[in-house]
């Protein structure tokens, strides 16, 4: 199973910045959506951002006016800039690509190995 390759999480202090980077490799082809989840412990995962492939973005309630997720098709990247980082949003972190294929009419999701972001008080 391929597999995304996300970069950026540690640890920072409330009210800090942190940037992820995830990278789709280039045998995944014909991407539309991409996007972010989290899920802190004992939580269930939630989506954070999603962005397609012509750039509408849609967030969760609780990250907007804080985090901007952008692409970059020809690189198959997607990005999560995170401002004014909370506890509340200490998680791991977790990328996603959804490649349509013809062979199979449909989807399939592909998906990072996740990246831990923690947040001080």
């Known amino acids: 199973q391929l597999r995304l390759v996300e970069s950026g999480g540690g640890l920072v202090q409330a009210g800090g910045s942190l940037r992820l980077s995830c990278a789709a490799p280039g045998s995944i082809f014909s991407i539309n959506a991409m996007g972010w989840y989290r899920q802190a412990p004992g939580k269930q995962r939630e989506l954070v951002a999603v962005?397609?492939?012509?750039?509408?973005?849609n967030y969760v309630d609780s990250v907007k006016g804080r985090f901007t997720i952008s692409r970059d098709n020809a690189k198959n990247t997607v990005y999560l800039q995170m401002n004014s980082l909370q506890p509340e949003d200490t998680a791991a972190y977790y990328c996603h690509a959804d490649s349509f294929s013809t062979s199979i009419s449909g989807t399939t999701r592909y998906w990072g190995q996740g990246t831990q972001v923690t947040v001080s008080s």
């Open positions: 962005i397609t492939r012509g750039g509408s973005t």
